[in-house]
């Protein structure tokens, strides 16, 4: 299973509206805890099971003005590493990708666009990556599925929150 739906909000504390809140949780959080009952019944008796959950470099560092969005990621990850723990007597394997910076319509849609109209100097994807990520490069969806396809084979793998995001998150 791949729990892969997630969208993005963002904007200061005190301006944030509850039902911008309650989205962003209903779909990054909640979505990853109702996939994840469905499936399981059927992972208990399949080879190889596994569960990887989409989280985000934001669920391991906040970032202003997306408290939502970082706050969902977080309980991703704290949900990811939960259910390894209960699932491993199932061999039944569950961990998570955090992506960085990946140039997808959540990006060039919607935090480039508010990250511009904040900024006296706006600049394109490629420059605003290059400022954020060491290697200077964003990431690509085939990243993503490279990242999935280890975690969904690596039996020896439970409970990780793997980031790929160029070096943005060292540890």
């Known amino acids: 299973l791949v729990n892969n739906a997630g969208i993005v909000d963002s904007g200061p504390i005190t301006e ?5 809140w309650d989205q962003i949780f209903a779909v ?5 805890f109702l996939m994840s009952k469905a499936a ?13 959950n989409t ?8 970032m202003q003005n997306m408290a939502a969005y970082c706050g969902s990621k977080f309980a991703a990850i ?8 209960e699932l491993a007597t199932d061999k039944i394997r ?4 955090c992506p960085g910076i990946v140039g997808t319509a959540m ?12 900024s006296d100097s706006p600049v394109d994807f490629s420059t605003r990556a290059a400022q954020l990520i060491p290697m200077g490069e964003p990431q690509t969806a085939d990243d993503m599925a ?10 020896a793998v439970t409970g990780i929150a793997l980031t790929i995001a160029g070096g943005m998150e060292m540890n």
């Open 16 to 20: 944030f509206s509850e039902a911008a």
């Open 28 to 32: 990054n959080t909640k979505g990853i």
């Open 40 to 52: 399981i019944p059927h992972l208990r008796v399949a080879e190889n099971a596994s569960i990887v």
């Open 55 to 62: 989280a985000s470099i934001a669920g391991k560092k906040g």
């Open 78 to 85: 704290g949900i990811t590493q939960s259910m390894a723990m």
């Open 94 to 97: 569950v961990n998570a990708i």
């Open 107 to 118: 990006w060039l849609d919607h935090l480039m666009p508010k990250n511009n109209a904040a």
């Open 146 to 155: 490279d990242a999935v396809l280890y975690l969904a084979r690596a039996s």
